[in-house]
């Protein structure tokens, strides 16, 4: 069945390290693909997406982009701050019913702790 | 604009007790989405609707849950003879075109 793979954490960085996030996910079609940040304390925020292949989703300096042939979605970020710190959640939009605008299915999270 | 709002935002029940749950939806958003998140773990689907029918429910959602969205703006979630298993974090979220606006969330602890 559809089902999705994150990498496990918790990852733990020193401010302006590069931080890659793995996310694979297996679909009988073409899911858009998103990924979520939690803050601590926080409710769960958008910070990208990508809607077909080679898309490339990009928000507050992260980038990620929509493999079709690897079935990838990997989170980056060049430079990593403090303020990032926060779960990251990918989450592709998987078929469900048929329909286009069910469910997502989440990976089970990924902790990030930047320290200065 | 107001996102998504949900009442109350933490909950207390003794087991066997009901309880329900209150999600408004960003206004004109025709899709809504109830999610449950417990500790540790990413968020698992419940059921959704477009408008007020209900067109998808998850194999967790077991008898004692029922939802509704009576005029396809707010929705509740009741859990009925609650048990310790329940308690998690209950999420909501809306979409109107793909990409689905979280609340933030009805911690429920069940003793």
């Known amino acids: 069945g559809d089902s999705v793979t994150q990498m496990e954490g918790p990852v733990t960085l020193s401010e302006e390290a590069f931080l890659t996030i793995n996310c694979t996910y297996t679909?009988?079609?073409?899911?858009?693909l998103f990924w979520y940040v939690q803050y601590p304390g926080e409710g769960l925020q958008l910070l990208l997406k990508a809607t077909k292949a080679d898309d490339k989703g990009s928000n507050k300096g992260f980038e990620a982009t929509y493999r079709k042939e690897t079935t990838s979605f990997h989170l980056e970020k060049g430079s990593v701050q403090v303020s990032d710190s926060a779960v990251y959640f990918c989450a592709p939009h998987l078929n469900a019913g048929g329909t286009s605008y069910g469910k997502l299915t989440f990976g089970q999270g990924t902790i990030l702790t930047v320290h200065p | 604009d107001t996102g998504v709002s949900q009442n109350p935002r933490h909950k207390i029940t003794k087991r066997g007790q009901n309880v329900t749950f209150r999600c408004d939806p960003i206004?004109?958003?025709?899709?809504l989405y109830w999610y449950r998140q417990t500790l540790g773990q990413g968020p698992e689907f419940l059921t959704y609707f477009q408008n007020e029918a209900q067109l998808e429910k998850s194999r967790l959602l077991s008898d004692r849950f029922s939802a509704e969205r009576p005029k396809g703006s707010f929705s509740t979630l009741e859990i009925q003879r609650t048990e310790q298993g329940d308690s998690a974090m209950y999420l909501c979220?809306?979409?109107?075109?793909?990409?689905?606006?979280f609340g933030p969330g009805t911690r429920l602890l069940v003793l």
């Open positions: 979220a809306s979409s109107l075109k793909g990409t689905q606006y």
């Open positions: 679909a009988t079609g073409y899911p858009s």
């Open positions: 206004s004109e958003h025709n899709r």
